[in-house]
């Protein structure tokens, strides 16, 4: 492993910290998930879209009609 410093507002920290505490993990290991996280997104040339463009993407979906 190797150690980084790494400067946060301190309003960005606390709510890193809210959202590892909600993890059960610590601050460290969930700052290097979401590093992880983004940089897989960015192998696989993935494009993240909004909640708000998701949900509406879905409203847009139609049941699928089953033939017996």
Known sequence: MVVRS???PAEL????AAAAEAAGVTKTAWIRQAIEIV?????DDDQPISRA???RALTLLRPVRRVA
């Not at 920290?13 to 890193?16: K, Y």
């Not at 940089?39 to 192998?43: E, F, G, P, R, V």
Request: aromatic residues 0%.
């Open 6 to 8: 790494l400067r946060l």
């Open 39 to 43: 940089l897989t997104m960015q192998a």
């Open 53 to 55: 463009d998701a949900l």
């Open 13 to 16: 920290d606390e709510s890193v």
